[in-house]
């Protein structure tokens, strides 16, 4: 088909056109708030767009998994804490058991008190969080240990587990967040024998002791039981060190996804004020062309004949 359109009025029907596209793109930009939602817009700018977004959405599971393991590693320190009281409580009963007015009932009747406390000890390493044993290290389906009165250290170790778990910073450094039972309560040497410091061990040495009515050994096993605070004070420790070390993590993550968002908004994000002088510019000039048209006379070959 051959157009019957002038040159002078395709002319004017692409500069209509033009301006319309302009308009069009501008009045997406504002409803938007996007300069950029898509390639085209700015192909120079979509690389760098792309990766901003990966980052935000990488920082963003940084921080959720940072505050789950805070839960874990506060509740491991609150726990900690608590058995170093009942460890200075076993102090206690061993102290009054070493009293010279002491009998073997009385004494039967403070291991006993004693074995309640080795009770409590062995349910703190069953501590879950959300559904997790969070002192069995990487085999945190299962607890490592059972109260067994029978048993040379008063417990049954169900199993051995190292922790090996790492949480991530915003840096992409990562750290470890916990340890497990068998480092923290139930410390052997390389023959797997108890050795100072071993806090099941010394529990139990005390509650033998006084049901045995021993006074010597009673002796001993409150030495053990005050070397067994110390070194779980130094557990506890590490549990604070960790819980210092997520919350500058937690600091930073919030820092770099306030200069992700920033960098975005830079480069993706509409200027409104911009945009709103360049939408009135391009209504103004699409109506002046269309006033200016409408104005032309309107001839042609049969007018002209006329």
Known sequence: MISTLSSGSLQFLNS???IQSRLNKV??????GLAVSQPS???????????LHANIQHNQQIQSNLNAVNGEVTTADQNLSSGITMLDQVQTLAAEGLGISQTAATRTTLANQVQGL?????????????????????ADQKPLYQFDANSSTGVDRLQSSGSTRQI???????FSVGLSAN?????RDGSDNPTTGNVFA???AVRTALLANNTTDLQTGVSAVS????????QQGFYGTVENRITSALASASSASVSYQTELSGRQDADETSAIIQMQQYTTNLQAALAAQAKMPQTSLFSSMQ
């Open 202 to 204: 010394a529990m139990n």
């Open 118 to 138: 080795m009770q409590q000890m062995v349910s703190i390493t069953q501590t879950q969080v959300d559904g997790q044993y969070i002192f069995s290290g990487d």
């Open 227 to 234: 070397d067994a605070s110390t070194y779980l004070n130094q």
């Open 41 to 51: 817009d700015a192909p120079d700018q979509v690389s760098e767009i792309l990766q």
């Open 16 to 18: 209509v056109n033009s």
């Open 168 to 174: 991530e910073d915003a840096s992409g450094n990562t």
């Open 183 to 187: 480092q923290i309560f139930d410390v």
């Open 27 to 32: 009045q997406l930009e504002l409803s938007s």
